[in-house]
């Protein structure tokens, strides 16, 4: 996890902040968080898997996972860590991945 952690943050230090708007509404926060709640909703649904039963598996709080499938981070300082991300994949049977791809929108 600490490697995964430096990469992060080596990756996140490359990215110019002075391209994005001061304005928190023109950034597309909530796209990420969406997309991540739909993943994790579609698949704990697939599988049968109640938030609690996730809970379990996880080690995190049944109020985390409902936030995270809620996607309450969205309009607060709180971010969904890398870590609990990957706590849920694997309790899911899946790996989490994390890739860079160009944007058809630049």
Do not use: W
């Not at 230090?13 to 990420?32: A, G, H, M, Q, W």
């Not at 309009?75 to 160009?102: H, N, Q, W």
Request: hydrophobic letters at 35%; aromatic letters at 6%; proline letters at 2%.
């Amino acid at each position: 996890m600490i490697d995964f952690q430096k990469y992060l943050d080596e990756a996140f230090s490359k990215i110019n902040t002075s391209d994005f708007s001061d304005s928190e509404e023109d950034l597309p926060r909530d796209d990420i968080y969406k997309e991540i709640q739909q993943l994790i909703v579609s698949e704990r649904k697939k599988q049968k898997v109640t938030q609690k039963e996730l809970a379990h598996r996880t080690g995190l709080s049944q109020a985390n996972i409902s936030n995270i499938e809620n996607v309450l981070f969205v309009d607060t300082d709180d971010v969904i860590e890398p870590d609990s991300l990957k706590k849920i994949a694997e309790a899911l049977g899946k790996r989490l991945l994390v890739c860079f791809e160009e944007s058809e929108d630049i």
